[in-house]
């Protein structure tokens, strides 16, 4: 029985499997920055606000006016797990929470019941470019845990288990264990009310590298997770005798061996494993309820509440250009790398 389900051709929100709602990519090579920790160019012909088409400069100001990234918005019901393989990240919220996080770091946070949060890029090298690799997934919360209180959770890049190891050939695979497991090699925990949290969900998350020619055998897993695996950059794969360009993900059946053969250059995944919540799914922008009356409910609650107010001076505030990488938690815990 053939292992590949489905192939697809990415875009900028890369289509996912339940548990996981869907997967923003960016890959920004942003410019060296200014005195606003904005880009040092001009920003002219941009959609201000909206600026999201690719361009020949090679980056995006997404929502941002002075400093790219996504000014304060609400969630409820769901988790954002923020990748940030390059560059660094500004996080406020409406708890009176923060952070700076990147170059290998991960946040995981818990919606909830309802939190807003930004999400900014400051360009904090004033002397060089600033390029920015970030992945966002949504995962989903299952019907019991999406009114569970707002918080958050840093996997610091020092912390996360990463095992490098050859094929049979002496090629060099890189696997990045963000959650679940990989020869015996066990993530840190997520957040506790998370589906993750729960080892019989099978939830994972990997980030894969691959040495030219390669190959790397998955390791089968039960029947009913759902996997997919995105390739994001290289040259080609091969699995099954398809060969596959970059810019794909393939959609596996977690029960049957499957190997990938790299092609010419290296090559870099994202692996995403699940068991399926397998309830309804309600969506309207921000919010992921069980129901079209959960989301108005959200949506009356967010206009009369705003999740708490914003705290902070702008809705795309950014922390102090000195700061290192930290977390300020609601409790007032404070994490210093």
């Known amino acids: 029985m053939a292992a590949i389900k489905k192939i697809r051709q990415l875009g900028f929100q890369w289509e996912t499997q339940d548990p996981f709602l869907f997967c923003a990519y960016h ?3 942003y410019p060296k920055g200014n005195a606003q920790l904005g880009p040092d160019a001009s920003l002219a012909g941009r959609n201000l606000g909206m600026d999201f088409e690719p361009n020949n400069e090679g980056w995006r100001m997404y929502h941002g006016k002075t400093v790219p990234g996504f000014p304060a918005h609400p969630h409820r019901g769901f988790e ?3 990748i940030v393989e390059e560059g ?9 929470a923060a952070g700076r996080f990147g170059n290998g770091d991960v946040q995981w ?3 909830g019941r309802g939190v807003q949060h930004s999400e900014m890029f400051p360009l904090l090298n004033d002397k060089e470019a600033n390029p920015l690799l970030l992945f966002q997934l949504w995962l989903n919360l299952p019907r019991k845990s999406k009114m569970v209180e707002p918080h958050f959770k840093m996997l610091w890049n020092e912390d996360i288990p990463v095992t490098t190891f050859k094929d049979d050939n002496e090629k060099d695979i890189t696997v990045k264990v963000i959650t679940g497991n990989y020869d015996n090699i066990t ?4 957040t506790p009310d998370s589906w993750a949290s729960d080892p019989e969900n099978g939830v994972a998350v990997w980030i894969v590298k691959l040495a030219p020619g390669a190959v790397w055998n998955i390791p ?9 695996l995105y390739f994001y950059e290289g040259d080609a794969l091969t699995v099954e005798g398809f060969e596959i360009p970059k810019g794909h993900s ?4 977690a029960s049957q061996d499957v190997a990938i053969t790299n092609g010419d250059k290296e090559g870099h995944f994202l692996f995403l494993q699940g068991k399926p919540i397998g309830e309804p799914v309600a969506k ?3 919010f992921v309820m069980n129901t079209p009356q959960e989301i108005n409910e959200a949506m009356q609650e967010y206009r009369r509440t705003e999740f708490g107010g914003w705290p902070w001076g702008s809705y795309d505030h950014t922390h102090d250009k000195t700061r290192g990488r930290f977390a300020l938690h609601a409790d007032g815990r404070e994490e210093i790398k």
């Open 187 to 190: 993530s840190l925990d997520t």
């Open 250 to 253: 393939i959609d596996l059946d």
């Open 284 to 286: 309207q922008g921000p």
């Open 80 to 82: 954002t797990i923020t």
């Open 27 to 29: 890959y920004d090579t």
């Open 220 to 228: 089968t897993a039960d029947a009913t997770f759902n996997r997919s």
């Open 109 to 111: 946070m818990t919606a």
């Open 88 to 96: 660094l990240a500004d996080h406020s919220d409406s708890l009176g």
